[in-house]
């Protein structure tokens, strides 16, 4: 079990920028891969990041060149930087831990990007 918990999250203009964080409850060191997901109004939740435990990143298309995922393993926390915001990333964005046998998630914070 591990409880996670996400913050950062709130208003801003699109090209601004946020940074979300994901603190765990425990040592993320034991996850394979950690990530952020995105949930639009009205859509399904989406994968927008991932780093594994090895620090291989992946990205959506949609967030490349935008958004840096990142993990400090010594504060058992995962940061969201996310520079170059549209109105399209509007949305609860939800920490994911995975360590392949079940998937944890945060409650999620929510981020709303005005035009």
């Known amino acids: 079990q591990v409880q996670l918990v996400e913050s950062g999250g709130g208003l801003v203009q699109a090209g601004g920028s946020l940074r979300l964080s994901c603190a765990a409850s425990?040592?993320?060191?034991?996850?394979?891969?950690m990530g952020w997901y995105h949930q639009g109004p009205g859509k399904q939740r989406e994968s927008v990041a991932t780093v594994s435990k090895g620090s291989s990143t992946n990205y959506a298309d949609s967030v490349k060149g935008r958004f840096t995922i990142s993990r400090d393993n010594a504060k058992n926390t995962v940061y969201l930087q996310m520079n170059s915001l549209k109105p399209e990333d509007t949305g609860v964005y939800y920490c994911?831990?995975?360590?392949?046998?079940?998937?944890?998630w945060g409650q999620g914070t929510q981020v709303t990007v005005s035009s």
């Open positions: 994911n831990a995975n360590d392949i046998m079940f998937d944890y």
């Open positions: 425990r040592s993320i060191f034991v996850f394979n891969t």
